[in-house]
């Protein structure tokens, strides 16, 4: 008599795929960002949730040798400083570049518990990191270029980040603007740069502050660094997704 | 297109999870080669090594868009401390950039692509279909047999549901087993995110650029694969092929 089994082979296949992809959705479903019913930006939220559940969250990117430094490309919306750049120019920072930044301040505020202004050195005072890393351009070059910042980790930790804060939304003076999660943004690379090969960052590589998050691409790392805001739900301040970008590049 | 009815059942090779994973396959193979091809005209330079961009020297270009050789740069700034040749530019060319929409259908095929692809490889073990019709025997392996396979594919071809011959073996074979599988790990291995957990993946394929090389090469590769496929495809009976891949029963 031919034996019966509880599930032949496909069924288990096809239940066990479909179980782990259940498994994923229902634990991230919430925290995903909204795809205003765009199936590309469903595809994205995939990515973003089988990265955050399957990648290691703490793994830090490869880092370089010096030798390995190349050149870097500026390829991004327009110089601040410059009155001709119809979407990047502020007056407010070409006079602070005017004076070379000494009356730049970075602004922490949201959902933290001493909102208030970092100078440089108040910043440089928090603790310091040195990193020679990959930028990843969407477009598809990419550059390596060493730079030298405070954590993340560090501000948020002063500021008194609280419990309920989930993302991170950083502001520069060019209008470009940016968020990540708090995962990456508690990374230990994820930091404010000021220094870039071993320079005070210089002016069209986003001077005089700008994030360095090397688990996404490129596009992510706001420069010109104004401002930055701690929420407790999702934000999408550049837009990246109402204006057809995805919000998550960890690929 | 009609097809009479002892056609339609003299063509009953295909399993139905081939038929359908090849539908899917397909379709997202179609989707990675426009998007793909969308993504490399915004930066058509190919390197080789840790990483290459507009100030760095190309392996080849590629004359696919606009942004080809599109000179528009402000003059070089050199990094002060750095005792290589290293410069910064800052670009002032509006390049040509559909990744918005590029990017995300290029992943979001890949998902189809790869959970597709997945059923496939695990299906095509458990259920004997690679060891059956794929894997060459050894009375294959003559030069005469060989010589013979490969005269007969510049005849005329005649519609044939049997086994496939040792030429087309050998080809599924490549594909299945090294290209599908080198375009999959070079395209992990472009992601920030994926290359910090796995760092192993930019040393195997000699860094990001170099990954980025060779996923294009393999595309190059199977696009061509697909075309010898389609031609193959209409010279041996294009309407019985197609139903028998899509609609015909199994055997």
């Known amino acids: 008599m031919k034996e019966k089994r509880l599930m032949n082979r496909r069924k288990a296949i096809f239940t066990g795929l479909t179980s782990a992809g259940a498994l994923l959705l229902s634990g991230c479903l919430k925290k995903a960002p909204p795809t205003y019913g765009n199936i590309l930006r469903m595809g994205d939220d995939l990515t973003y949730m089988v990265q955050r559940g399957i990648l290691s969250q703490r793994a830090l990117a490869m880092e370089y040798q010096r030798s390995d430094i190349t050149s870097f490309p500026v390829t991004d919306i327009g110089n601040p400083a410059d009155p001709t750049s119809k979407k990047a120019y502020n007056k407010e920072y070409q006079e602070l570049q005017r004076d070379n930044f000494k009356d730049w301040a970075l602004i922490v505020e949201g959902s933290v518990a001493k909102p208030g202004k970092y100078s440089m050195d108040a910043l440089k005072k928090l603790s310091q990191r040195t990193q020679i890393t990959r930028h990843t351009c969407e477009e598809g070059w990419s550059a390596i270029a060493e730079w030298t910042g405070v954590p993340l980790a560090a501000v948020l930790k002063d500021a008194g980040i609280l419990h309920s804060a989930r993302f991170v939304s950083f502001y520069g003076f060019d209008s470009y603007a940016e968020s990540i999660d708090m995962l990456d943004a508690l990374h230990p690379q994820t930091i404010l740069a000021h220094t870039m090969n071993g320079e005070d960052l210089p002016a069209r590589n986003g001077a005089p502050l700008r994030l360095r998050v090397e688990t996404q691409i490129g596009y992510k790392n706001v420069k010109y660094l104004q401002r930055i805001v701690v929420t407790d739900k999702f934000a999408d301040p550049g837009p990246d997704i109402s204006s057809g970008w995805s919000w998550y590049t960890g690929i | ?251």
């Open chain 2, 1 to 251: 297109m009609s097809i009479p009815q002892n056609q339609k059942t003299e063509s009953t090779r295909h399993k139905r999870w081939v038929k359908s994973t090849h539908f899917i396959i397909t379709l997202s193979f179609l989707a990675l080669t426009v998007s793909g091809y969308v993504i490399l005209m915004s930066h058509p330079r190919l390197y080789w090594g840790k990483a290459g961009n507009d100030l760095t020297p190309a392996l080849f270009e590629l004359p696919i868009s606009r942004n080809y050789h599109h000179g528009g740069w402000e003059k070089n700034i050199p990094f002060k401390h750095l005792t290589g040749s290293q410069v910064s530019a800052a670009r002032t060319y509006d390049i040509f950039n559909e990744n918005g929409w590029g990017r995300s259908t290029h992943f979001l095929a890949a998902w189809f692509l790869f959970a597709a692809g997945l059923i496939y490889f695990v299906a095509g073990f458990f259920s004997g279909h690679f060891r059956r019709n794929l894997a060459p025997v050894r009375r294959e392996f003559s030069m005469k047999l060989l010589w013979a396979d490969f005269v007969s594919h510049f005849r005329k071809q005649s519609y044939s549901s049997s086994k496939y011959g040792l030429l087309q073996k050998v080809t599924y074979l490549w594909v299945i087993f090294f290209l599908f599988p080198v375009i999959i790990l070079t395209g992990f291995t472009m992601s920030p995110a994926i290359t910090a957990s796995y760092p192993f993946l930019l040393k195997i394929f000699f860094g990001h650029q170099s990954a980025r090389t060779i996923h294009f090469f393999a595309a190059v590769l199977l696009v061509l694969f697909l075309l010898v496929h389609l031609v193959m495809v209409i010279r041996s009976g294009f309407s019985r092929n197609l139903w028998a891949i899509t609609f015909g029963k199994e055997s």
